[in-house]
C-alpha cells in the first residue's frame, strides 16, 4: 500500500479579477491554479512565520544589548531573594 498525505481542503471566494491574476500567474508558471495557490501561500505562510521570530534592533539598540551582555547591571536585591526562596522552595541546596 503507498503511503499518500493526508490532505485537507481550503476555500476561498475571490473577486473575479483575482482569480484571473492568479490564473495568469500560474499559466505563466506552467502550474495548475491550485498549485500555483498552495505554493505561493505556503511561501507566505513560511516568510510570515519567519519574520514573527526575527528580532530586529537599530545600531544603537544593538550596541545596547551587546554592552549588556558584556557588562551586565548587578543582580538586584528582590531578584537575589527570590533565587533563594526558590533554592529554598524546591530544596535544591
Same mark, same amino acid.
Given at each position: 500500500m503507498l503511503d499518500e498525505k493526508k490532505t485537507a481542503r481550503l476555500e476561498a471566494r475571490l473577486p473575479e479579477e %483575482?482569480?484571473?491574476? /492568479?490564473?495568469e500567474a !500560474?499559466? /505563466?508558471q506552467?502550474?495548475? /491554479?491550485? #498549485?500555483f495557490v498552495? @505554493?505561493? @501561500?505556503?511561501?507566505a505562510a513560511e516568510?510570515? %512565520? !519567519?519574520?514573527?521570530n526575527e528580532i530586529r534592533?537599530?545600531?544603537t539598540e544593538q550596541k545596547r544589548f551587546a554592552e549588556a551582555l558584556?557588562?551586565?547591571p548587578p543582580v538586584a536585591p528582590a531578584l537575589r531573594k527570590a533565587m533563594k526562596n526558590r533554592e529554598r522552595?524546591? #530544596?535544591?541546596?
Open positions: %483575482i482569480h484571473a491574476l /492568479l490564473k !500560474a499559466d /505563466l506552467g502550474r495548475s /491554479l491550485s #498549485d498552495v @505554493a505561493s @501561500a505556503r511561501e516568510e510570515a %512565520i !519567519a519574520r514573527s534592533l537599530t545600531q558584556v557588562n551586565p522552595l524546591l #530544596d535544591l541546596s
